[in-house]
Each structure stands twice: as structure tokens, then as C-alpha cells.
């Protein structure tokens, strides 16, 4: 009895074994024939949200929305069939938002800086034998920017996560790429910037979304 139940579990790891073996090859199979390109991206960022600056005891009087701009490498994992493709990227992130508010006959110029890591996981489609693709799916952002001094005001940013969202189109030319796409956010980028000496506070609140136009350039 106990020779026929070794047995029996022998028959089944070899079963197991033989299906984790068959599976391992599809897998490796369909990566070998996947297109598999890597690139460098350079991208203008355009600032299409309107940030809010409380000032509980002082005025905000004006606000100026700057162009940014981000840099890094994009992975496209084309699929053997279909068309379809996945596209990981990461890039480095630097936009800003400067205000300048009167605080008790002060004048005081703030920004609000976002230096970040993005890591947007694209998945799309290929059209016209992979000229152009659309695409869409979220992005992770890491907040970078330290809290920064503005006179008596101390920075306090109070997420250093924030996720969103991008679709968007691109164009390929031999290995030369251009794309553009729209970013929205699901969280919002809060901080406070806290007087050292009076306590004062004046509060930004922020949705980010931004137009993207960059170039881009293929190495395979």
C-alpha cells in the first residue's frame, strides 16, 4: 500500500513538472519572438490645472504656472500577435508653481516645487505596422523635493506618493519618436507653508493635470 502510494506521488511531481517545464517554454517562446525596444524620451510639460493658495491672514495677489520638463527611458514590450503592446517607462520630473502673497505688508514669493520620479506602466496599440500607437494607464509618482525656506516660511509637503493617469499618441520615424499625451491625477499635491515666527500659514492645494509634447529616440 505504502509502495503504491509513493508511487502515485511520483506519477504526480513528474505530471507537475512536466506542465511547469511546458509552460516555462511557451513563456520564454513568446518573449523571444515579443519586440522588445528601448529608448530615450525628453518631454515639455504644460500646466493645464489651477492651483489653489489659501492665506488664512494674508492675500495671495498672484500666481504664475511654469512649464516643466521630465527626461528618461521608456520599454516597449511588443506582443508577438495583435498589435499590442506594453510600454514601462521612468522618468525624472521637474515642475513647479510660484506665488506671490502679502503677509502683513510682506511681500513674500513662494514656489511649490515638484521634483519627482515618475514610473508610468503603458499598455497599447500598434497602427499602420507600428508608426503609430495610442495608449493609456497609470503613473506612480515619488516626491523628491525637500521642504524648501521662502524667508520666514517653512515648506511642509505632505505627500511623498502621488498616482494618476496618462493616454496619449505617438509617432515613430525610423528610431525617432514623437509623442503627446494627457496627465490627470487621482490624488491631490497638498502643502503648507508654516511662518517660523508668527505661525501664519498659507495653504496650497493642487490636482495637477498637464499636457506632455516630447521626442524620443529609439537605441533598439
Known amino acids: 500500500m505504502k509502495q503504491k502510494i509513493h508511487e502515485f506521488k511520483i506519477k504526480n511531481q513528474t505530471k507537475m513538472s512536466k506542465k511547469l517545464i511546458s509552460t516555462l517554454a511557451i513563456f520564454l517562446g513568446m518573449m523571444a519572438y515579443s519586440q522588445v525596444t528601448v529608448g530615450l524620451r525628453a518631454n515639455a510639460l504644460f500646466n493645464t490645472s489651477s492651483a489653489s493658495w489659501d492665506n488664512f491672514k494674508g492675500t495671495v495677489n498672484g500666481e504664475k504656472e511654469n512649464t516643466g520638463f521630465n527626461a528618461g527611458l521608456a520599454f516597449k514590450i511588443g506582443s508577438p500577435v495583435g498589435g499590442w503592446f506594453v510600454m514601462p517607462e521612468i522618468y525624472y520630473t521637474s515642475i513647479k508653481n510660484e506665488a506671490t502673497a502679502n503677509v502683513n505688508g510682506a511681500t513674500v514669493n513662494i514656489e511649490a516645487k515638484s521634483n519627482r520620479i515618475d514610473v508610468p506602466v503603458m499598455v497599447g496599440h500598434n497602427f499602420l505596422l507600428g508608426k503609430l500607437a495610442a495608449f493609456v494607464g497609470?503613473?506612480?509618482?515619488?516626491?523628491?523635493?525637500?521642504?524648501?525656506?521662502?524667508?520666514?516660511?517653512?515648506?511642509?509637503?505632505?505627500?511623498?506618493?502621488?498616482?494618476?493617469?496618462?493616454?496619449?499618441?505617438?509617432?515613430?520615424?525610423?528610431?525617432?519618436?514623437?509623442?503627446?499625451?494627457?496627465?490627470?491625477?487621482?490624488?491631490?499635491?497638498?502643502?503648507?507653508?508654516?511662518?517660523?515666527?508668527?505661525?501664519?500659514?498659507?495653504?496650497?492645494?493642487?490636482?495637477?493635470?498637464?499636457?506632455?509634447l516630447g521626442v524620443g529616440y529609439n537605441f533598439k
Open 138 to 212: 497609470p503613473v506612480a509618482s515619488y516626491n523628491l523635493t525637500t521642504d524648501n525656506t521662502f524667508q520666514n516660511f517653512k515648506e511642509n509637503a505632505t505627500k511623498e506618493f502621488t498616482v494618476g493617469y496618462q493616454f496619449g499618441a505617438q509617432a515613430t520615424l525610423s528610431k525617432f519618436v514623437v509623442n503627446a499625451r494627457f496627465e490627470g491625477a487621482f490624488s491631490k499635491d497638498t502643502r503648507k507653508f508654516i511662518n517660523n515666527v508668527s505661525g501664519e500659514e498659507i495653504r496650497y492645494d493642487n490636482r495637477p493635470s498637464m499636457f506632455i
